[in-house]
C-alpha cells in the first residue's frame, strides 16, 4: 500500500541580494520521508528550522529546487496539486467584519459543492472544533484560540485527505483541548493524514502518532509514539 505522501530528496534555497551579492539560505536539505494516510505526524523544529517551508512545499503553494513530493500517487507540479489537500498557516487571517459562520461559507464557496452541501459542511465544521456556540460572533471579536480553531474548521471544509497545520493549533493549548485532541483522533480514524507543525515536542506529543525532528533543513530523526490506538506503531529511522 502506498504512503498517503512520499517525499525524496526534496531541498529549497532561498535567495536575496543583488546578483554581485547574493546571499542563498538552505531552508531544506535533501528531505526524504513518507506519512501514511491516517497518521498525525508532528514536524518539530527551533525557529528557521525549515518546519513551514516544508509544510509550503508538502502544500504546493511553494516550488522546491529539488526533489518530489508525491500525494496519493500524484505528484506535485508546477501545474498540478493533487486534490485533497487541506493547508492552514500560523496566523490565519479572515475578514474582520464576517461572523464565524459567515466566513466559513465564504470559504466553503472555493470548493465545487452544492448549496446544501456547503450549509450542512460549515455547520459540521462548526460542532467538530466547538464554535458553533460562537457562529455568530464577528471574527474581530475572537480570541487567538478560537481564530485557531476557525482555521481548523475551514480545513475540513471539502472533504479533505490531508490536512497540514503549520503551529496553527499551537500557543494557545489547544492540543491539550480534548475536544481538538478527540477530532484528530477521529480525522486518524478515517483514513485522513494530519501534518502540524510545532516549535517542540510538548504540545504533538499528545495528539500524534510519530515525531520527526528537523534541524537545519534536514531530517535527523523520526520516531514513533504509542499514544494514539488508530495507527500501527512503524519503526522508522531517518538518520543524517
Avoid at 517542540?200 to 494514539?228: C, D, K, W, Y
Wanted: charged content about 20%.
Amino acid at each position: 500500500m502506498q504512503p498517503a505522501v512520499c517525499v525524496r530528496g526534496l531541498s529549497k534555497i532561498y535567495r536575496s541580494g543583488s546578483k554581485a551579492r547574493a546571499v542563498s539560505t538552505p531552508a531544506l536539505r535533501d528531505v526524504t520521508l513518507d506519512v501514511e494516510a491516517g497518521e498525525i505526524v508532528g514536524i518539530v523544529g527551533r525557529p528557521d528550522a525549515g518546519k513551514s517551508t516544508l509544510l509550503l512545499c508538502l502544500s504546493g503553494l511553494l516550488r522546491a529546487d529539488e526533489g518530489t513530493i508525491c500525494w496519493f500517487g500524484e505528484q506535485i507540479t508546477q501545474h498540478h496539486v493533487p486534490p485533497g489537500l487541506a493547508y492552514v498557516p500560523q496566523r490565519a487571517g479572515y475578514y474582520s467584519f464576517l461572523s464565524v459562520r459567515e466566513a466559513l461559507e465564504y470559504y466553503a464557496t472555493l470548493h465545487d459543492l452544492s448549496s446544501a452541501s456547503r450549509a450542512s459542511q460549515v455547520e459540521t465544521a462548526l460542532r467538530e472544533v466547538s464554535l458553533h456556540v460562537h457562529a455568530t460572533r464577528r471574527v474581530s471579536s475572537l480570541s487567538p484560540s478560537m481564530v485557531q480553531r476557525l482555521g481548523l474548521a475551514q480545513a475540513l471544509i471539502g472533504a479533505p485527505r490531508a490536512i497540514l497545520l503549520d503551529e496553527t493549533l499551537c500557543g494557545e493549548g489547544l492540543l491539550f483541548d480534548k475536544d481538538i485532541a478527540a477530532l484528530l483522533t477521529r480525522l486518524s480514524a478515517r483514513g485522513i493524514t494530519v501534518v502540524l507543525a510545532a516549535p517542540n515536542q510538548v504540545e504533538v506529543h499528545r495528539v500524534a502518532t510519530r515525531i520527526i525532528n528537523i534541524v537545519e533543513g534536514r531530517v535527523v530523526m523520526s520516531r514513533p509514539l504509542f499514544g494514539l490506538p488508530t495507527t500501527p506503531p512503524r519503526l522508522v529511522a531517518e538518520q543524517r
